[in-house]
C-alpha cells in the first residue's frame, strides 16, 4: 500500500457521499485535530430532497477540492491518508484503495450478502419475496 508522505504532519482526508449525512461526516473529519479534509466527492446526482454536498461544501470548507464529476477516479494519485465513505453510490475500485491509506466504508447492508448501491432495498425486496 503506498502512502505520500509529506512534510506537514496533517491527515489528508477525502469524502465520498451526499446530503445531510456528507455535511455531518464532513464536520466530524475537519474538526479532528491533525486531519484535514482534502477533497469532497459528491454523488453525480444529489436528491433535491436533501442537502446538497456540492453546495455546501465550498462555502463550509473552501480549501476541500470539490470533485464535481461524483467520479471517485479523479482522487487516484492523490494519495490520502484516508478516504471517507459515507452513502456513495458507486463502489470504489481498486486503483484508490490501493492508492489510499485507509477507507472507512459505511455501508448500510449487511456484507457480502448486500454488496453495492442500494442495499437497502434489496433486502427489503428479498424479505417479501420469501413472505410469499
Do not use: Q
Request: hydrophobic content about 40%.
Amino acid at each position: 500500500m503506498r502512502r505520500r508522505r509529506s512534510a506537514s504532519p496533517l491527515i489528508t482526508s477525502a469524502l465520498l457521499s451526499k446530503g445531510s449525512l456528507a455535511l455531518h461526516a464532513c464536520d466530524v473529519v475537519s474538526g479532528v485535530d491533525g486531519w484535514t479534509l482534502s477533497a469532497v466527492v459528491p454523488n453525480d446526482l444529489e436528491p433535491d430532497w436533501d442537502m446538497r454536498l456540492s453546495v455546501e461544501s465550498p462555502r463550509r470548507w473552501p480549501r476541500a477540492r470539490l470533485v464535481r464529476s461524483g467520479d471517485w477516479r479523479e482522487l487516484v494519485g492523490d494519495g490520502h491518508d484516508l478516504i471517507v465513505n459515507v452513502l456513495y453510490n458507486k463502489i470504489i475500485g481498486r486503483k484508490l484503495i490501493e492508492d489510499s491509506g485507509r477507507i472507512i466504508n459505511c455501508h448500510p447492508g449487511r456484507l457480502p450478502e448486500y454488496r453495492g448501491v442500494r442495499p437497502a432495498s434489496w433486502s427489503l425486496f428479498n424479505v417479501r419475496a420469501a413472505m410469499r
